[in-house]
Each structure stands twice: as structure tokens, then as C-alpha cells.
């Protein structure tokens, strides 16, 4: 049976794969053509997706295939540099990285989400916010008003960014980390999971703790 579903390749075949397949499927919008990913074999299935190789096969999805609509499945551990080489890599080929709002997701008309952005269950994005560029906003996640997320940034699971906050591209915010109102953190900065911030955070600073140093 042929559906007049858009396609769209994963990158990727992990654990974050796995939990942006179940959006991808609860949208609706979108028919997954396959997973890229060199770990695993051709035609292994993950979450009963099939592995059909490895990224050398991009240009020809695009062209020859005319499949257009990529997702970077690969999520992050704490450096985002991947996600943007990968993010990168499939813009340059001329995909589109649509953003993946799962239908939990409590998301203010207000905001602005950018394309590539990923959206997981239970996270919030609240008024006047805007989110980056192929960032994640994973689970439980709250970004409260008048916040600005940059690209190619992971707030992770639990996360709380408090109002007019600012989060520099590429950042990394750890699980359950907790940043108080108004707070600037600059570009490539590593927040440690569990910390509270209660000042700003200069670029490529690395911070933990309670209060986080
Ligand atoms: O903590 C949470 C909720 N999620 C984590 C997520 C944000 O990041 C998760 O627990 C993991 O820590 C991580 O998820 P990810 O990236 O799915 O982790 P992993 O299970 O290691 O899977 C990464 C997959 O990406 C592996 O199968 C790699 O082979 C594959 N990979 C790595 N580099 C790549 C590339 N795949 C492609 N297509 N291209 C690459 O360059």
C-alpha cells in the first residue's frame, strides 16, 4: 500500500532514534524510509524501523530517491558537536530537518521553534520563547517565558530554564540542572546534571554543583 506520507531518513539507530521514531509515528505526518547508521547491520530493524546503511547514502536518498525530510537521530552525552556536523551535513545535501513536537509537548502559541528542533514528551516551552535551530527539548523539560535557546543545544531531561533566561549555541544543560530567572549562559558552556545556576556562565565554561561554579 503506497501512502502520500512524506518520507524521512533517521540518522541514527540509538536510544534517541528510538524515542524520536514514537514522535515521529504519533504525528502522522511522516512515513520513516529507514535508519542510517554504521553499528548495526543492513535490514536489522529498530523499533521495527531497518537499518538500510550508513550516511554515504544521503546524497542518493536526496537525489535519486527524492526523499527530502531528514532527522538527526543521534542525540548527545554532553558535546553537541555531532548533531551539528550531522545537522550541517544533511543542509548542505539540500534535505529539510522538519522539527519533531511530540503531541505531549505543551508548547505556547507564542513561541518560536526553529527547524530541526525536537521536542519531547512533557516538555514545556511557554510564551514568547525561542528555540534554536536543531536543539533538543527533552523529556519533562521546562522552558518558561521569554527564554532564547540557541542552536544545536541539548536542555535535558528535566531541565528547568526560568523566565528570560539565554542559552548560547551548542550548550549542553543536564539532567534536572535548574537555572533561576534572567540567567545568561554563553556559547558551548557544560552545565552539569543537578546544578542550580544563579549567575551567568561565560562561554565554554564547564559548571556543576549547587550553586553551580
Ligand atoms: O538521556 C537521554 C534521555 N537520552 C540520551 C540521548 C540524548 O543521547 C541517550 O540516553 C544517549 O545518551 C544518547 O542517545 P543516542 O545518541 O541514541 O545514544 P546511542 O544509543 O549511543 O546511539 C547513538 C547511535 O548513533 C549509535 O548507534 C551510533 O552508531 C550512531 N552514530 C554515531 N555517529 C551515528 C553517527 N549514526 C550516523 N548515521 N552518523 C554518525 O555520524
Redesign the pocket.
Known amino acids: 500500500m503506497t501512502t502520500d506520507k512524506e518520507k524521512i531518513i533517521i ?7 528510538k524515542v524520536l521514531i514514537e514522535i515521529i509515528r504519533s504525528g502522522g505526518i511522516f512515513e520513516i524510509a529507514g535508519i ?5 547491520e543492513k535490514g536489522l530493524k529498530i523499533s521495527g524501523v531497518p537499518v538500510i546503511g ?2 554515504d547514502l544521503l546524497p542518493g536518498i536526496f537525489e535519486r530517491d527524492r526523499i527530502i525530510n531528514a532527522c538527526i ?5 554532553r558535546d553537541n558537536s ?1 548533531r551539528r556536523a ?1 545537522y550541517e551535513k544533511v543542509k548542505q545535501i539540500g534535505f529539510s530537518v522538519p522539527s519533531l513536537v511530540h503531541p505531549k509537548a505543551v508548547v505556547s502559541a507564542s513561541c518560536r521553534i526553529s527547524e530541526g528542533t525536537q521536542l519531547m514528551a512533557s516538555s514545556v516551552v511557554q510564551p514568547c520563547s525561542f528555540i534554536g535551530e536543531n536543539t ?1 527539548i ?2 519533562g523539560a521546562i522552558i518558561d517565558h521569554d527564554c532564547n535557546v540557541g542552536r544545536h543545544v ?1 536542555i ?2 528535566g531541565a528547568v530554564l526560568s523566565g528570560e533566561c539565554l542559552v548560547g549555541e551548542g550548550s549542553f544543560i543536564g ?1 534536572g540542572a535548574t537555572i533561576v530567572n534572567g540567567i545568561k549562559i554563553g556559547k558551548n558552556v557544560t552545565i552539569g546534571a543537578g546544578s542550580v545556576v544563579v549567575n551567568d556562565i561565560a562561554d565554554d565554561s564547564v559548571v556543576k554543583g549547587v550553586p553551580a561554579r
Open positions: 540518522l541514527g539507530g540509538g536510544g534517541h532514534a542510517l547508521d554504521a553499528r548495526f550508513k550516511d537521530g543521534v542525540g548527545s552525552t555531532l550531522l533538543i527533552n523529556t541539548h535535558c531531561p539532567t
